[in-house]
C-alpha cells in the first residue's frame, strides 16, 4: 500500500501528520505503516511535557536530539507520529497527548478504540 492508498481512522485519506519536525516511520511526515513498522507509528499526536517525560521513563527518549538518526529532539507541542501501544499505555497512566485523527492511520484501530481517540482528537469541533 502507498501512503496515497493509507486511510485514517475516520476512513478518510491519511493526511500528513509532521513535516517539521519530520516524522513518519518511512520519514515522509505522513503516520504510513507497513511490514518493516513492527511498532505500528500510526498516532498522530501532539506531545506533551508530561508524555514526553513518561515515554522517557518507559525507557524512549523522545526529548534528547540524535543525529545519528536525524532525529531533531522533540519539544510540547510538536506532532509526530507515536506507536499505538505506547498511546495506549500513556492513555492507561493518564498522559494521552491529544491526536490528529485525519493524520492517524486506521491501523490504529488494531490497538485502541476509536471513541478513545475521538476524546483526545484535536480536529474535532
Known amino acids: 500500500m502507498t501512503t496515497t492508498d493509507a486511510r485514517n481512522v475516520l476512513g478518510e485519506p491519511l493526511s500528513s501528520c509532521s513535516l517539521d519536525p519530520l516524522t513518519g516511520f518511512y520519514r515522509d511526515g505522513c503516520c504510513a505503516t507497513g511490514p518493516q513498522d513492527l511498532g505500528k ?6 506531545v ?9 521513563s518507559r525507557g524512549n527518549d523522545l526529548i534528547t536530539p540524535r543525529a545519528e538518526f536525524g532525529f531533531p529532539g522533540l519539544k510540547p507541542g510538536d506532532r509526530w507520529c507515536l506507536c499505538a501501544e505506547r498511546w495506549r499505555e500513556a492513555l492507561d497512566h493518564g498522559v494521552a497527548p491529544r491526536v490528529v485523527l485525519q493524520a492517524t492511520h486506521e491501523a490504529a484501530l488494531d490497538i485502541i478504540d476509536l471513541q478513545d481517540l475521538k476524546r ?3 480536529d474535532l469541533s
Do not use: G
Request: net charge negative; charged share 10%; aromatic share 12%.
Open 41 to 46: 507509528h500510526v498516532v498522530c499526536a501532539e
Open 48 to 56: 506533551t511535557s508530561a508524555f514526553l517525560e513518561f515515554s522517557q
Open 120 to 122: 483526545h482528537a484535536l
